[in-house]
């Protein structure tokens, strides 16, 4: 069993890292410069992923929560938390290479664009999840109310998204592309996302293993000292 | 070509974060690591006090 | 007794508490009241520039208003243990949370009625604005939802004073940018089409903050 | 089958296999536990021993990690809001609110519990307490032993057929010490059965109808009144109070 994991672990880790050096090859020798923007469009490859990867992390949070209610599994637990861990730390890199683009791009460091306030409040929603958790007087009730959090939080989204599309009408989203994306934008937007989504579960699975040794550990002491 | 340095940074940002994350589980599991040989030792000393 | 009448038994239980110890109301109401004024001065609004941060003021006045109130929703059941007092009762959990929703429900609409005529009269604007009336009570039944279940919450954490905001606010984001807009459009007396599109947003935020709270409460507080 | 349906002349609580543990720390390890129609059991222990949890758990506060409880033959799993009417607890706090008067208060919990002839079943437990005079005085404005009598009144409002006393001594006045005498002696007569954690030894072998001994999440120790070994009790005591 523990050999057939690490098998499975070695070969996602050598999937992920073909698919991460593929993905830099693609991103600055392989697809053209974007014609308006030039070459600082190429952020938007690795942008554009890791918002996709973050929003599937906490997209498993709120599924492996609802497991967790259900059926108060820690293991569920595990990886809910360790999912949101990596939804967070992707999301604070959306939050600043979005920034770093668009200063380029629309002249502008900031708008409250849907999916930029969206990105904020999802952010700021996770940032609770990690606070509730640390802050809970026993980590059975942590567990509980980052469930709940991981679930309500998940909720919010898309109202929030429509709510801010009403708000601000106008969209910069709009004009990422003069032409259209074309063929080899395309494919090397596809190769990013899955090597950031291989990237993703090895972190996950890595840290959800982490709650789990660190807990066994603490029982044991536990055990020990009496 | 002046906004190269654009790109730069955002590329930079990415790798120095996650490289940040991965650091920081690799210090975890060595912390957990010596809490288990800590727990180890004190079975095996227990053990052979018990003998 | 049915499950309504429950309902309205722990509702009037916490309407009688606060008639008695009136720690809820006055002091959201001066707070809120406090924070129009700091806000006036932060902006330097003047009469004519009042219409377009108006709506802003108030509704930052009546959010953080609204968090120090939900802060005292569960607080008040946490001393003495009522929690347990409540939770050994023959009823639905269900039937807990929305007993203590309408109880947060009514002190949120009540000190929101207070201080928006003050607000309003303090900026110059008319003050008879009945379709006002409609989206505070449809903010502040977001509000409650929300609150209600994260005051729940917040209680057994550490730093719980804190820990109440950092879960409120980012969830409520949709009602206040619905609640802002709406007001703007009573306040510029534009016609009733043009906020359609906010009523309903609040609605809808507040029909799935119902469900959802109602099914998870039970995970909140059950040990 | 006989994990859910037990037999109508079952037990007034039974407990198997029963365990808790909060987060890393286990609460109890295994409990199996039978206490008869109208029997009065007291619980003894040291501290963290896991006897405030047990009593949690048996007033369905606290949910178990693994094992079945049943209460009357019903397992609390099944139907919790049945199980909740035959139970009455009272904790280390009163769960009273203070800006409510005693009558407002015992209200309140009766329109909870769904009472019938509330007025009259009030008045009934009021008296039963010598509260009757201070029913419109608030609760915060009461002496500790006052307070804790209003609990108990709370506690009995809804007839229920198990009492659960966690530690109802803690401060009380003399006169409440009565009470919970008269409610321990009452037991048995209508079929109520009591549980009480006490640290009061000789109250405790005086009032119990048998004893228990909780150490570290497991049953030390359990005897009935009548063989009950003094020395033995007392040895697994003290050595379960140094250690712990």
Redesign the interface.
Same mark, same amino acid.
């Given at each position: 069993m523990n050999g057939r994991r690490n098998l499975i672990n070695n070969l996602l880790f050598g999937l992920g890292l073909a698919l991460m050096i593929a993905a830099l090859y693609m991103v600055f020798m392989y697809v053209p410069t974007e014609k308006s923007m030039g070459i600082v469009q190429r952020i938007f490859y690795f942008h554009v992923s890791l918002a996709w990867v973050s929003f599937l992390a906490f997209l498993v949070t709120f599924v492996f929560s609802i497991c967790y209610l259900r059926k108060r599994l820690l293991k569920w637990d595990y990886i809910a938390h360790a999912s949101a861990e990596v939804g967070v730390v992707f999301t604070t890199l959306v939050l600043i290479t979005g920034p770093i683009w668009a200063k380029t791009a629309w002249g502008i460091w900031w708008t409250w664009d849907a999916r930029l306030t969206t990105s904020l409040v999802l952010w700021l929603t996770y940032i609770a999840y990690l606070l509730v958790r640390g802050y809970a007087t026993e980590p059975a009730r942590g567990a509980r109310f980052g469930a709940v959090v991981g679930i309500v939080g998940f909720i919010d989204v898309p109202i929030v998204f429509l709510t801010v599309n009403v708000w601000r009408t106008q969209h910069p989203t709009t004009i990422i592309f003069t032409d259209g994306i074309t063929a080899p934008m395309l494919m090397t937007l596809v190769v990013c996302i899955a090597a950031f989504t291989v990237l993703y579960v090895l972190l996950t699975a890595q840290g959800a293993g982490l709650k789990s040794l660190e807990t066994s550990i603490k029982r044991l002491k536990i055990r020990r000292t009496g | *070509?002046e #906004? @190269?340095g #654009? @790109?730069f /940074? /955002? #590329?930079s =940002? =990415?790798w120095a =974060? $996650?490289f940040g #994350? =991965?650091l920081y *589980?690799q210090r975890?599991?060595k912390r @957990?690591q010596r809490? $288990?040989e800590m @727990?180890q030792k004190?079975?095996a000393s227990q053990i052979s006090h018990d003998k | 007794m049915s499950t309504f009448a429950r309902i309205i038994t722990i509702f009037w239980k916490d309407i009688l508490t606060e008639l008695r110890a009136r720690e809820v109301v006055t002091s959201v109401l001066v707070f809120s009241l406090l924070v129009v004024v700091i806000f006036s001065f932060a902006f330097s609004t003047r009469i004519d520039t009042a219409e377009l941060v108006a709506p802003g003021i108030l509704w930052a006045a009546l959010t953080f208003g609204g968090v120090l109130g939900f802060n005292h929703t569960f607080a008040v059941e946490k001393e003495n243990s009522r929690l347990e007092g409540l939770m050994l009762c023959p009823v639905d959990r269900a039937v807990i949370y929305w007993g203590k929703l309408a109880g947060s429900f009514t002190f949120t609409m009540v000190v929101a009625i207070i201080i928006t005529p003050i607000f309003l009269a303090l900026f110059n604007l008319p003050l008879f604005l009945p379709r006002l009336l409609l989206v505070i009570g449809l903010a502040s039944l977001g509000f409650a939802a929300v609150g209600t279940l994260f005051s729940a919450v917040a209680i057994n954490t550490r730093a719980r004073d804190i820990m109440l905001p950092v879960l409120f606010l980012p969830v409520v984001v949709p009602v206040v940018v619905a609640a802002v807009r709406a007001t703007a459009v009573v306040l510029a007396d534009k016609s009733w089409s043009d906020m359609l599109t906010w009523l309903q947003i609040m609605i809808a935020f507040d029909i799935v903050y119902l469900v959802v709270s109602t099914l998870v409460f039970d995970f909140v507080v059950e040990e | 089958m006989s994990e859910n349906a037990r037999s109508p002349f079952s037990w007034a609580i039974e407990v198997q296999g029963l365990t808790k543990s909060f987060g890393y720390h286990p609460a109890l390890r295994g409990i199996d536990l039978q206490v008869g129609r109208g029997e009065r059991l007291v619980i003894f222990g040291p501290n963290g021993a896991g006897k405030t949890t047990l009593v949690k758990i048996l007033s369905m506060l606290v949910r178990p990690s693994s094992g079945n409880v049943w209460l009357d033959g019903v397992n609390i799993r099944d139907k919790p809001a049945q199980v909740r009417r035959k139970i009455g607890l009272v904790g280390h706090q009163t769960f009273l609110y203070d800006n409510l008067t005693v009558y407002e208060n015992l209200k309140f919990y009766s329109q909870m519990y769904g009472i019938a002839n509330l007025e009259q079943r009030i008045q009934e437990v009021m008296s039963w307490m010598q509260l009757v005079d201070r029913r419109h005085d608030r609760v915060g404005t009461l002496s500790h032993g006052l307070q804790q009598r209003a609990s108990l009144a709370r506690a009995a409002l809804h007839r229920p057929s198990i009492m659960l006393l966690d530690e109802p001594e803690a401060g009380l006045d003399p006169q409440a010490s009565t009470v919970i005498n008269d409610v321990m002696g009452n037991a048995g007569g209508d079929g109520l059965t009591v549980v009480m954690v006490t640290h009061n030894l000789e109250r405790g072998l005086e009032l119990g109808d048998s004893i228990v001994i909780l150490n570290k999440g497991k049953v030390a120790y359990r005897a009935s009144r009548h063989d009950i070994d003094t020395t033995l009790f007392r040895q697994v005591y003290n050595q379960c109070t140094e250690t712990g």
């Amino acid at each position: 069993m523990n050999g057939r994991r690490n098998l499975i672990n070695n070969l996602l880790f050598g999937l992920g890292l073909a698919l991460m050096i593929a993905a830099l090859y693609m991103v600055f020798m392989y697809v053209p410069t974007e014609k308006s923007m030039g070459i600082v469009q190429r952020i938007f490859y690795f942008h554009v992923s890791l918002a996709w990867v973050s929003f599937l992390a906490f997209l498993v949070t709120f599924v492996f929560s609802i497991c967790y209610l259900r059926k108060r599994l820690l293991k569920w637990d595990y990886i809910a938390h360790a999912s949101a861990e990596v939804g967070v730390v992707f999301t604070t890199l959306v939050l600043i290479t979005g920034p770093i683009w668009a200063k380029t791009a629309w002249g502008i460091w900031w708008t409250w664009d849907a999916r930029l306030t969206t990105s904020l409040v999802l952010w700021l929603t996770y940032i609770a999840y990690l606070l509730v958790r640390g802050y809970a007087t026993e980590p059975a009730r942590g567990a509980r109310f980052g469930a709940v959090v991981g679930i309500v939080g998940f909720i919010d989204v898309p109202i929030v998204f429509l709510t801010v599309n009403v708000w601000r009408t106008q969209h910069p989203t709009t004009i990422i592309f003069t032409d259209g994306i074309t063929a080899p934008m395309l494919m090397t937007l596809v190769v990013c996302i899955a090597a950031f989504t291989v990237l993703y579960v090895l972190l996950t699975a890595q840290g959800a293993g982490l709650k789990s040794l660190e807990t066994s550990i603490k029982r044991l002491k536990i055990r020990r000292t009496g | *070509m002046e #906004y @190269l340095g #654009y @790109l730069f /940074a /955002a #590329y930079s =940002v =990415v790798w120095a =974060v $996650i490289f940040g #994350y =991965v650091l920081y *589980m690799q210090r975890k599991q060595k912390r @957990l690591q010596r809490q $288990i040989e800590m @727990l180890q030792k004190s079975v095996a000393s227990q053990i052979s006090h018990d003998k | 007794m049915s499950t309504f009448a429950r309902i309205i038994t722990i509702f009037w239980k916490d309407i009688l508490t606060e008639l008695r110890a009136r720690e809820v109301v006055t002091s959201v109401l001066v707070f809120s009241l406090l924070v129009v004024v700091i806000f006036s001065f932060a902006f330097s609004t003047r009469i004519d520039t009042a219409e377009l941060v108006a709506p802003g003021i108030l509704w930052a006045a009546l959010t953080f208003g609204g968090v120090l109130g939900f802060n005292h929703t569960f607080a008040v059941e946490k001393e003495n243990s009522r929690l347990e007092g409540l939770m050994l009762c023959p009823v639905d959990r269900a039937v807990i949370y929305w007993g203590k929703l309408a109880g947060s429900f009514t002190f949120t609409m009540v000190v929101a009625i207070i201080i928006t005529p003050i607000f309003l009269a303090l900026f110059n604007l008319p003050l008879f604005l009945p379709r006002l009336l409609l989206v505070i009570g449809l903010a502040s039944l977001g509000f409650a939802a929300v609150g209600t279940l994260f005051s729940a919450v917040a209680i057994n954490t550490r730093a719980r004073d804190i820990m109440l905001p950092v879960l409120f606010l980012p969830v409520v984001v949709p009602v206040v940018v619905a609640a802002v807009r709406a007001t703007a459009v009573v306040l510029a007396d534009k016609s009733w089409s043009d906020m359609l599109t906010w009523l309903q947003i609040m609605i809808a935020f507040d029909i799935v903050y119902l469900v959802v709270s109602t099914l998870v409460f039970d995970f909140v507080v059950e040990e | 089958m006989s994990e859910n349906a037990r037999s109508p002349f079952s037990w007034a609580i039974e407990v198997q296999g029963l365990t808790k543990s909060f987060g890393y720390h286990p609460a109890l390890r295994g409990i199996d536990l039978q206490v008869g129609r109208g029997e009065r059991l007291v619980i003894f222990g040291p501290n963290g021993a896991g006897k405030t949890t047990l009593v949690k758990i048996l007033s369905m506060l606290v949910r178990p990690s693994s094992g079945n409880v049943w209460l009357d033959g019903v397992n609390i799993r099944d139907k919790p809001a049945q199980v909740r009417r035959k139970i009455g607890l009272v904790g280390h706090q009163t769960f009273l609110y203070d800006n409510l008067t005693v009558y407002e208060n015992l209200k309140f919990y009766s329109q909870m519990y769904g009472i019938a002839n509330l007025e009259q079943r009030i008045q009934e437990v009021m008296s039963w307490m010598q509260l009757v005079d201070r029913r419109h005085d608030r609760v915060g404005t009461l002496s500790h032993g006052l307070q804790q009598r209003a609990s108990l009144a709370r506690a009995a409002l809804h007839r229920p057929s198990i009492m659960l006393l966690d530690e109802p001594e803690a401060g009380l006045d003399p006169q409440a010490s009565t009470v919970i005498n008269d409610v321990m002696g009452n037991a048995g007569g209508d079929g109520l059965t009591v549980v009480m954690v006490t640290h009061n030894l000789e109250r405790g072998l005086e009032l119990g109808d048998s004893i228990v001994i909780l150490n570290k999440g497991k049953v030390a120790y359990r005897a009935s009144r009548h063989d009950i070994d003094t020395t033995l009790f007392r040895q697994v005591y003290n050595q379960c109070t140094e250690t712990g």
